[in-house]
């Protein structure tokens, strides 16, 4: 039943980041907001894992292992998306960035991994980038119509993070395929607070301001987002191909265009619905083939 529940669920949970993200941007600086929510997920994760008597790496190497894919999936990750959008990157341009993971991520899975796709699957990853590109088109042409002066250093920012999670899944999957889920995740947030706290540091004034919305904006991202999507992201990619858990990224514009239309308003437009479709479709093509296998 979890393998059926996980995709659909995982897409809705991590798309609620970038709702939270923008109740939470008025009231706390965002990589001081990160940080918190990294401590307070790796003490909840610690918690859970005192109650279910979790078993820990036994070895340096794992425990190195898992702080390491930390690093590179949540730290520098949501570290360079969070500061990017704070200096001004649209969210339009951040969603393309973010859709070339997956395109990325079936590249160099062969290198790391040896793994293959069939051309179906490969032309589902095409398919899915060219349908968030379909979604998007009003948002990029206005922000080219306006320019991106000013906005080179925070797109490459941007570059980077998309690339450091793409790297995050991959060492994930070739080092972590042993060991319970909840003590890996544990430590995973470690590796992510060595990143944000001296980040936030040297660049912020850890500005926090304890309104109800920051509260609940920090609940919501420990528990849903820190908890609930990563642990099941964590969990798919146990499961399957690391192509066919990323491939998954390419629902989140779509999703997040629907939950903004629905909480603020925000108009629904005939490219956003076209490319949804189409994005649809891409993912299917992509995971066709874990069903087959399934079936089978």
């Known amino acids: 039943m979890l393998d059926r529940l996980a995709p659909a669920l995982f897409v809705f949970l991590w798309s609620t980041g970038w709702i939270v993200a923008k109740y939470a941007a008025p009231h706390a600086d965002p990589i001081t907001f990160l940080a918190a929510r990294h401590a307070l997920a790796a003490v909840a994760f610690f918690v859970v894992c005192l109650i279910v008597r979790a078993r820990w790496p036994r070895s340096g190497a794992q425990i190195g292992h898992a702080i390491i894919s930390g690093v590179f999936l949540h730290g520098f990750y949501l570290a360079g998306v969070w500061y990017a959008i704070g200096q001004g990157v649209p969210a339009g341009l951040s969603g393309i960035i973010a859709g070339l993971q997956p395109l ?168 956003m619905i076209v490319g949804t479709v189409i994005v649809v479709a891409g993912v299917y093509m992509v995971n066709r083939k874990a069903k087959a296998e399934t079936a089978g």
């Open 104 to 271: 990325l991520t079936a590249m160099v899975a062969p290198l790391f991994l040896g793994e293959r796709l069939r051309p179906a699957q490969k032309l589902g990853l095409v398919l899915g980038f060219a349908g968030i590109l379909i979604a998007i088109s009003p948002q990029l042409l206005d922000v080219f119509d306006r320019g991106l002066a000013g906005l080179g250093f925070p797109v490459i920012i941007n570059l980077v993070a998309m690339t450091s999670v793409t790297y995050g899944t991959l060492y994930q999957k070739r080092h972590l395929q042993e060991g319970d889920l909840f003590s890996i995740a544990t430590l995973q947030f470690v590796g992510a607070l060595i990143v944000t706290i001296p980040l936030a540091l040297v660049l912020e004034n850890l500005r926090f301001d304890w309104t109800h919305e920051a509260l609940l904006a920090m609940a919501w991202s420990v528990f849903g987002l820190s908890m609930g999507a990563v642990g099941l992201l964590l969990y798919l990619i146990r499961r399957g191909q690391v192509s066919r858990a990323a491939s998954l990224i390419y629902l989140m514009p779509p999703v997040v265009a629907i939950e903004a239309a629905i909480l603020f308003g925000e108009p629904l437009t005939l490219p």
